[in-house]
């Protein structure tokens, strides 16, 4: 988590809401390690989750990453949520709870859902004071 | 949707579970165009929906596709679903109806959370028996 939390900060510095996650491997080595990217990149699928996904799988050859752990610094959208159950990811390990935008234990709760073929373990809330303190201090900034 | 419906055609020609999509700009012409290339891209997130989506606002240099509509062969997933949301779509029309992975009008139904911040005019069936016939003949082709 911390890899993951600088990763957040510094999609903060570039002016993205500050969100990092890393992907490990089976083995526990890191396979994968991005923030935030959507404004620098013009893509709104540009979540720090997305990049690793993609990046682990391209880096795999395998678009199912079997035993792999997700660790990410704000609970998942419904959107990587989503993409995380396709992957197949083992285990998501998240910071900052999310009740207005976060799909696992809030809104649609994607892996309550009858139609999610693949639901990984989830540990929330894992350092989440730190996580909140920059997502807190980014849209304070944003205001002034 | 004869566009988007040669993209799933070719999708399926290529080995990929046939789905395909199309970005329409606000002034009515195509910006992008995209089959599922999960398999060849060796990468979970690349739904066909995602694919224009991303191209698209690459294309326009904004992660933000206000008064632009996409079109696809099937309904979208959750994932798709959420991104299509993020991207501010103006209207999403789809083919076949996904009782079982569909996110719009079936399992989570995205566009009707809470949590969610932007609604997409929905318009489902458009030519869905024609969808709904490549679906079927490519997993009936699987199983064989």
Do not use: W
């Amino acid at each position: 988590m911390d890899l993951a939390l600088a990763e957040a900060t510094a999609a903060g510095a570039r002016g993205e809401v500050p969100v990092g996650a890393v992907l490990v491997g089976p083995g526990g080595h890191v396979i994968a390690k991005a923030g935030n990217e959507v404004e620098a990149r013009n893509d709104p699928t540009a979540h720090a989750e997305m990049l690793v996904l993609r990046a682990a799988a391209e880096h795999l050859g395998n678009p199912r990453l079997e035993g792999c752990d997700l660790v990410v610094t704000l609970e998942p959208c419904a959107m990587c949520a989503t993409a995380i159950s396709f992957a197949r990811i083992r285990r998501v390990v998240y910071a900052a709870y999310d009740p207005k935008g976060g799909g696992i234990d809030h809104g649609p709760r994607m892996y309550s859902q009858p139609t999610c073929h693949h639901r990984p373990e989830v540990v929330g809330g894992v350092q989440a004071q730190k996580a909140e303190n920059l997502l807190k201090d980014f849209f304070a900034r944003l205001r002034t």
